[in-house]
């Protein structure tokens, strides 16, 4: 469980701190889940632009100096009638 937890830290970290986008359209609402295989999780995140797009990508690995595994993912905008916003998915 300890190494779950490191690997959501890292995750975290690498999503919030790291970001290399426009300051108003930093990811927010970060969620990691199961996938149903005890190997796998799913990181969701919103960016709040649907104009501006940026990569859908996690970077995780073992310690916050070996970010060296990437996994790319899929967004889609998703909008209320009046706050559009960007849904990032990936699967690591």
């Given at each position: 469980?300890?190494?779950?937890?490191?690997?959501?830290?890292?995750?975290?970290?690498?999503?919030?701190?790291?970001?290399?986008?426009?300051?108003?359209n930093k990811p927010e609402q970060i969620?990691?889940?199961?996938?149903?295989?005890?190997?796998?999780?799913?990181?969701?995140?919103?960016?709040?632009?649907?104009?501006?797009?940026?990569?859908?990508?996690?970077?995780?690995?073992?310690?916050?100096?070996?970010?060296?595994?990437?996994?790319?993912?899929?967004?889609?905008v998703f909008g209320t009638g009046g706050?559009?916003?960007?849904?990032?998915?990936?699967?690591?």
């Amino acid at each position: 469980m300890a190494r779950f937890m490191v690997s959501v830290l890292l995750i975290h970290l690498l999503v919030c701190c790291s970001y290399g986008g426009v300051d108003d359209n930093k990811p927010e609402q970060i969620h990691v889940g199961f996938t149903g295989i005890s190997s796998e999780r799913i990181v969701n995140y919103v960016t709040p632009s649907p104009s501006l797009k940026p990569e859908t990508v996690v970077a995780y690995g073992t310690s916050p100096n070996t970010l060296n595994r990437k996994a790319t993912g899929d967004s889609f905008v998703f909008g209320t009638g009046g706050h559009d916003f960007t849904i990032h998915n990936v699967k690591v």
